[in-house]
């Protein structure tokens, strides 16, 4: 077998046929080839591995990615090949034509491509200027070009901010890309649903987006579980929070110290920034007393500017809903209401209807108020319910009403 003196950096599976990518830039294929999924230039099967030569001779090849039927390759340069089945146009040759053999994409000659991705039966693609370009089946949305139309040739899709990785999976019709800044955008058939246009989720990971939206429940890529030396800023940045030993600040909230980096929180946050300006006393104290929040609160707040994420139970969550509004921190603010809507019960629901009006979150509001008369009698034998505010629970009786609480 030529592939057992190689070696491999890359492999890539489709429903019936696997690829391997070695060190030199080689591609190697193999299994069924009904379509002409091993790029063999036949549909003979190959029952053992063998170079995908053709085009792709003489050529850097520097990624490999595998469709249910069909494969393609990116080169050093940036260009990209594709072949084996096309029904649905997901190699993007302008063409539904099966591909025997390994085809350059004509749209793309002046694009540098660094990621290629198939969904079911649809294909993107991310250019090193983070632009995102779809092709392929569209009948659920999931090119993310605002129609359902299919498209055999590579269409732009237009986005605010640049992408720095793109998600698929073979058994999903769900597109999904994170931007620079760490946003994670979904769009195609989502839980049943049609998302036209990318969407922006609470999601800091692609993965979730096949997670919690796909049918089935999926991963769009191979999960490795090899420790790697190599942190990324972010999980660089996280691995420092609370940390005595690089801190050059505290902060002590109840009795307790959370170490941070001033400068950390000078970029990810405008309160502090403003705080620590040259003229204010918080720029030259060591030690910083909190007493308007609780510690698991504040601790939480902090940790969320160097994750990007919260982990709070809903009734604390209510704490930092607080925090947010008075720090104008209007993203957290967000992550909050998701996650008091996500943990509502019948028993805090009227204590987090309360917390919604007192900090004008009208989103979380509503959703907390229909949840109530959805299931009135339950929430008004539970003890928060008779610990509202007099006037809030009048307004609360009276919309309640309007809404046909009181019918029966």
């Not at 340069?77 to 063409?95: C, I, R």
């Not at 640049?162 to 999904?176: G, L, P, Q």
């Amino acid at each position: 077998m030529d592939l057992l003196s190689k070696k491999v950096t890359q492999v890539s599976c489709g429903y019936h046929h696997s690829m391997a990518l070695t060190s030199e830039g080689e591609v190697y294929a193999w299994g069924y080839n009904n379509c002409g999924q091993v790029g063999s230039g036949t549909t003979a099967n190959q029952v053992a591995p063998r170079k995908v030569c053709n085009s792709l001779q003489n050529k850097l090849v520097v990624s490999i990615t595998s469709g249910q039927t069909c494969s393609m390759a990116i080169t050093d340069n940036g260009h990209v090949y594709g072949w084996g089945y096309n029904g649905s146009g997901q190699l993007g040759v302008g063409s539904t034509g099966n591909q025997l053999t390994p085809c350059r994409m004509v749209l793309l000659h002046s694009e540098c491509v660094i990621q290629i991705v198939f969904g079911h039966s649809h294909t993107l693609g991310l250019t090193d200027q983070g632009v995102l370009y779809t092709w392929g089946t569209n009948a659920h949305g999931q090119l993310g070009i605002g129609n359902k139309s299919n498209q055999f040739s590579p269409v732009k899709v237009v986005t605010k901010e640049r992408m720095v990785e793109i998600a698929a999976c073979h058994s999903s019709h769900t597109s999904a890309a994170k931007s620079q800044s760490g946003q994670v955008y979904m769009w195609g058939l989502c839980r049943g649903q049609l998302v036209l246009v990318p969407h922006l989720t609470h999601f800091t990971c692609t993965d979730d987006v096949f997670a919690c939206f796909s049918n089935p429940p999926v991963m769009w890529r191979i999960l490795s579980v090899e420790h790697e030396d190599f942190l990324t800023v972010a999980e660089s940045l996280k691995k420092e929070f609370d940390s005595e030993e690089t801190s050059d600040l505290k902060f002590r909230v109840d009795g307790k110290d959370v170490y941070v980096h001033k400068a950390v929180l000078k970029i990810r946050c405008e309160h502090f920034r403003t705080m620590f300006q040259s003229y204010w006393n918080e720029n030259t104290k060591e030690v910083i007393e909190i007493d308007q929040f609780s510690y698991p609160v504040y601790r939480a707040f902090l940790e969320y500017l160097y994750t990007d994420n919260v982990d709070l139970p809903p009734e604390d969550a209510i704490g930092l809903l607080d925090l947010a509004t008075s720090y104008c921190e209007n993203r957290l603010k967000k992550l909050c209401q998701h996650i008091i809507k996500r943990g509502i019960t019948v028993d805090n629901a009227f204590l987090l209807l309360s917390a919604a009006v007192k900090y004008e979150a009208e989103d979380l509001e509503e959703f907390c108020f229909k949840f109530c008369v959805n299931h009135l009698t339950d929430v008004t034998q539970t003890s928060a319910f008779w610990q509202m505010d007099g006037l809030l629970l009048k307004d609360f009786i009276l919309k309640a009403g309007k809404n046909g609480g009181f019918k029966n």
